[in-house]
């Protein structure tokens, strides 16, 4: 494992996968890390569905109108569950498990990109929390966050640029 620094500087969002299949092996490593993400009074409040069957990944990718078509290209997606009538923070602890896997990922020389779902829809007003919830045969109670796609890398992309950070958005002590 390389540092923390150089995995950050490296993780990359990446919308165009081979369709080589993903190990198993992999595939634990990564649900591993969602498993170990830190969660609100330690709730573990999240549910997660893998997906690697390519008709039940294009239906997910036809969720909602605008920005999911490259889940098409994935051979592997991950959704992101939480169940708001057990925590109020599930966003935020379903949101730490997701960036753990996009880091574990990285790590595993994978690419992936976050597709937001929550709060997102199709053009007729449908939202993509009811097409997932038909797709996947969800328990009523939980709400998707986001789907994960999942690949090896089709293309590359630079690592972060260093010069473009912004730190004039870091305050200390007071805005």
């Given at each position: 494992?390389?540092?923390?620094?150089?995995?950050?500087?490296?993780?990359?969002?990446?919308?165009?996968?081979?369709?080589?299949?993903?190990?198993?092996?992999?595939?634990?490593?990564?649900?591993?890390?969602?498993?170990?993400?830190?969660?609100?009074?330690?709730?573990?409040?999240?549910?997660?569905?893998?997906?690697?069957?390519?008709?039940?990944?294009?239906?997910?990718?036809?969720?909602?109108?605008?920005?999911?078509?490259?889940?098409?290209?994935?051979?592997?997606?991950?959704?992101?569950?939480?169940?708001?009538?057990?925590n109020d923070?599930?966003?935020?602890?379903?949101?730490?498990?997701?960036?753990?896997?996009?880091?574990?990922?990285?790590?595993?020389?994978?690419?992936?990109?976050?597709?937001?779902?929550?709060?997102?829809?199709?053009?007729?007003?449908?939202m993509?929390?009811?097409?997932?919830?038909?797709?996947?045969?969800?328990?009523?109670?939980?709400?998707?966050?986001?789907?994960?796609?999942?690949?090896?890398?089709?293309?590359?992309?630079?690592?972060q640029?260093?010069?473009?950070?912004?730190?004039?958005?870091?305050?200390?002590?007071?805005?």
């Amino acid at each position: 494992m390389e540092s923390f620094a150089d995995l950050a500087q490296k993780r990359r969002s990446h919308r165009a996968f081979t369709q080589q299949e993903i190990s198993s092996e992999d595939v634990r490593l990564i649900m591993r890390a969602a498993l170990m993400a830190p969660t609100s009074k330690s709730s573990r409040n999240w549910q997660f569905v893998v997906v690697d069957d390519k008709l039940t990944i294009e239906k997910l990718a036809d969720a909602k109108s605008v920005g999911s078509q490259l889940l098409k290209n994935a051979p592997l997606a991950i959704v992101v569950f939480g169940d708001p009538t057990v925590n109020d923070c599930w966003i935020e602890d379903c949101s730490i498990a997701a960036i753990s896997m996009q880091y574990q990922i990285e790590d595993l020389g994978l690419g992936s990109c976050w597709v937001q779902m929550r709060g997102r829809g199709l053009s007729d007003g449908t939202m993509a929390d009811d097409v997932i919830h038909g797709i996947l045969n969800v328990p009523d109670n939980l709400r998707v966050l986001c789907v994960l796609g999942v690949g090896y890398k089709g293309s590359d992309r630079k690592q972060q640029n260093e010069d473009a950070l912004k730190w004039e958005n870091v305050h200390i002590n007071k805005f």
